[in-house]
């Protein structure tokens, strides 16, 4: 009587005859005609002819979809959205593509639509359907070109910043202080009361007492990477930021991504705009050379621009205008805004697209009024009133980055400071080897958001957080 041998036996058996290897790996040339190969994946389409079934795969590796041409013995049951592993041979079409002609094909997982899968085969679904099914819409073939273009975006970021001699640091998620000074900060406490009440401290409140003191989920981590560059010169930051926002804006997360770099000796905002004109110019580049496919599969679902059309900025310098000068244009034009102007209170989100729209170009503001911005950021040598600060600004999104060069004047600073209890530290910096440090925090969904031409910035992570949904 003969043994039935196991799955495991299959496939360990098969990587004998059959090169274990992915569709990207294909798709770039790695494979010649006549090799034997296994590839495993999800079912994307199936087309039914006389005699042959012909499989659309995706394994999640590239945007491309790829073709496999079997008998309709071999199908059985498989069906749309099925994890399959195949195995056969690299051939031609009539068509001169590659297809793999299959001989043996083993279904992983069934895919039984009628039992409530959100997505059905040549159907498109709006952003807002997709996101109510946080833990399957990586299977939409939208939202995985948006991942990997996140992937490598990110990677295309810290390559540039390594080539200019910085280092990555990890700044902390638990901080002591709230960077921006705004309130929007997330409360961190323990879960269990028994735990606060087992490590009580004298005049220390029940909620305070694991670190002896309130502390949150940070903001920013802007002034653990100026301490940083006290010592190392060059330093960024990649990690998660968190807000306590009730806000519904396109444009905002509860939990967010942002680079953020600090570079010792800067001195001018000449230098952080070509600092950061030069890092986003790089990395879009890079991000075009790596990922263009995924790139225009997920802008082609909103615009019909070319992708040379789309980002002809590349090739162009940023314009700056000071703060003065923004108003002074917002002024001239107030005819074709909604909002009233309001120096006072900045420049808000349709104005930002305004100037961004009457330049033409991403568009760097600078010299902002003192009483708008941060108490960190240095006060101007010609004029008082102001403080060396910039925004980014850039089509689809508004404000991209916003940075500054850091007030290193020890009384100047301290005279600005809103805790000096938890930010003592801060101020010492100015004390102890000081120098001028500028830098910046640039919003990964936004610069995605962009990019991509995608409308909410809940569609370019994949899970997004905001008030009233923290799903998984």
């Known amino acids: 009587m003969l043994k039935r041998l196991s799955p495991k036996y299959f496939s360990s058996n098969v990587r004998c005859i059959y090169h274990l290897s992915r569709i990207k790996d294909i798709s770039v040339g790695k494979h010649k005609d006549g090799d034997k190969i296994q590839l495993k994946g999800w079912v994307k389409t199936i087309r039914k ?11 999640g590796s590239c945007a491309t979809n790829f073709q496999l041409a079997l008998s309709k013995s071999l199908l059985r049951e498989t069906a749309y959205g099925s994890s399959v592993d195949v195995c056969g041979t690299l051939e031609r079409t009539a068509k001169n593509q590659q297809e793999l002609k299959v001989d043996k094909l083993r279904e992983l997982g069934k895919c ?12 498109s679904y709006a952003p807002d359907y997709i996101r109510n099914y946080l833990h399957l819409r990586p299977q939409n073939s939208t939202i995985s070109s948006t991942l990997r273009v996140r992937h490598h975006a990110v990677k295309c970021f810290t390559n540039h910043l390594e080539k200019e001699g910085f280092f990555q640091m990890h700044t902390p998620i638990i901080t002591s202080n709230d960077c921006e000074g705004a309130g929007e900060a997330f409360l961190v406490k323990p879960a269990s009361r028994q735990l606060l009440q087992m490590i009580s ?7 305070e007492r694991y670190f002896d003191g309130p502390s949150f989920l940070t903001v920013s981590g802007q002034l653990h990477l100026e301490a940083l560059a006290h010592g190392l010169g060059k330093v960024y930051s990649f990690g998660p930021t968190f807000r ?22 800067l001195d001018s905002l000449e230098e ?29 679902k909103s615009t019909t621009f070319t992708i040379e059309e789309s980002f002809a900025w590349l090739e162009k310098p940023f314009p700056r205008i000071s703060f003065r000068e923004a108003i002074n244009v917002l002024q001239q034009n107030k005819s074709k805004l909604k909002g009233t102007i309001q120096p006072e209170n900045g420049i808000n989100k349709e104005q930002e697209l305004f100037l961004v729209h009457h330049f033409q170009s991403p568009v760097f503001v600078l010299s902002w009024p003192k009483l708008i911005k941060s108490f960190y950021m240095r006060e101007c040598e010609h004029d008082s009133d102001l403080v060396d600060a910039l925004d980014f600004l850039v089509p689809h999104v508004g404000e991209l980055a916003g940075g500054s060069i850091r007030e290193n004047n020890y009384s100047k600073l301290e005279a600005r400071l809103p805790d000096h209890d938890s930010l003592r530290w801060y101020l010492e910096l100015r004390k102890f080897g000081s ?16 990019v991509l031409n995608v409308h909410n910035v809940k569609d370019v992570i994949a899970f997004p957080r905001w008030a009233h949904n923290c799903a998984m």
């Not at 039984?112 to 159907?123: A, D, R, V, W």
């Not at 401290?201 to 909620?207: A, H, I, N, T, W």
């Not at 600092?275 to 890079?286: D, G, M, Q, W």
């Open 201 to 207: 401290k004298k005049d220390v409140p029940l909620e």
């Open 244 to 265: 306590a926002e009730n806000c519904k804006s396109p444009i905002h997360l509860s939990e967010f991504y942002m680079l953020e770099l600090e570079e010792a000796f």
């Open 49 to 59: 002819m006389k005699d042959n079934v012909f499989l659309d795969l995706n394994d």
């Open 435 to 450: 120098i001028t440090t500028g830098g910046f925090g640039l919003g990964l969904e936004r610069y995605l958001s962009w």
């Open 112 to 123: 039984p639509l009628s039992e409530g899968y959100p997505f059905y085969p040549k159907k």
């Open 272 to 300: 952080l705009s070509n600092r950061i004109e030069s890092l986003v110019k790089s990395a879009t580049k890079s991000l075009l050379d790596v990922a263009v496919e995924d790139v225009a599969l997920v802008r082609e």
